[in-house]
């Protein structure tokens, strides 16, 4: 089945987009292993699934499912961080996070079934996550080099993708709590237009901030409060119209006096106990004005 894809930035209407709802793998007797707040209730994580995954079909995005039984891997309903998808394809990354290690091949072959060619795959050291990867144009892409994104995997992404005339601009983390816990570039920034983001600034290195502010960016700055529940975790469905965690209320107050239409979805079980976002839980695959 041939599909169409593509979209190198953040915010352009979302035609098509991935998602992996919870199986009996999510539902993890040992939370601490994999860094949880808790033991996710699995028949909770349905329901909430299926509530965002109806939100998006509201705003007018086809909803694919990626089905593969991934054994041991809990992460593997945040499509978000094996791939990278640019106009020419998908980019097979390497997880930083070795219980997440082997989730790039599962969701690589769904990509192919659907029409989706590999462009290249990182290789032997190379390491970098989704959710290190922000596209701040069509041709510039920010990697955060962290915990779980490192210099080869820098090297890799820069000469697989000079040839489509991406620009890759790097910026160091910070160690924050420390290598377990999940701190990705996009724990600290989401793209919700051309010269709009969210975002938790005292956590941003400070090139970057000053790259956004140089690129004319204006920032929705979320409270110390709301970075805790992942205010900074926004979808954006299209030019300044947002889906976002609930229980963020300054933050979506912000937005809408930004300009944003703001749609929510609740997520106890798939977001707050586990780390992941609407941005994690959802792979676009095709953005388009």
């Not at 290190?132 to 962290?146: E, M, Q, R, S």
């Not at 983390?173 to 724990?187: I, M, W």
């Not at 502010?213 to 030019?239: D, H, K, Q, S, Y």
């Amino acid at each position: 089945m041939a599909t169409a894809f593509g979209g190198q930035n953040m915010f352009q209407p979302l035609r098509r987009v991935l998602v992996k709802r919870p199986d009996e793998v999510f539902a993890v007797e040992d939370p601490e292993r994999w860094h949880y707040a808790g033991s996710p209730d699995l028949e909770a994580a349905h329901e909430e699934h299926d509530s965002m995954a109806e939100t998006l079909r509201q705003s007018g995005v086809e909803v694919i499912y990626h089905e593969a039984l991934q054994l041991d891997r809990a992460d593997a309903i945040y499509v978000f961080d094996p791939t990278l998808l640019t106009d020419k394809g998908a980019v097979v990354l390497s997880m930083g996070k070795d219980l997440r290690r082997g989730e790039e091949e599962a969701l690589s072959l769904r990509l192919q079934e659907l029409g989706i060619p590999t462009l290249f795959s990182l290789e032997g050291e190379a390491r970098a996550e989704g959710g290190d990867l922000l596209w701040l144009d069509d041709h510039t892409l920010a990697v955060g080099i962290g915990f779980r994104t490192n210099p080869e995997g820098l090297r890799q992404l820069r000469t697989g993708l000079e040839p489509l005339g991406v620009e890759v601009l790097a910026f160091e983390l910070p160690y924050f709590t420390g290598p377990e816990a999940c701190l990705h570039l996009l724990s600290l920034i989401s793209i919700v237009d051309h010269d709009l983001a969210v975002a938790y600034p005292p956590l941003m290195p400070v090139p970057f901030w000053q790259e956004l502010i140089a690129r004319g960016f204006e920032l929705v700055v979320v409270p110390e409060e709301e970075f805790e529940t992942m205010g900074t975790n926004v979808l954006a469905l299209g030019p300044r119209n947002c889906l976002v965690l609930e229980g963020n209320p300054v933050t979506r107050r912000r937005l809408e006096d930004a300009g944003c239409r703001v749609s929510s979805y609740q997520g106890n079980e798939i977001s707050l106990k586990c780390e992941g976002g609407p941005t994690c839980l959802t792979r676009p695959l095709l953005r388009q004005a």
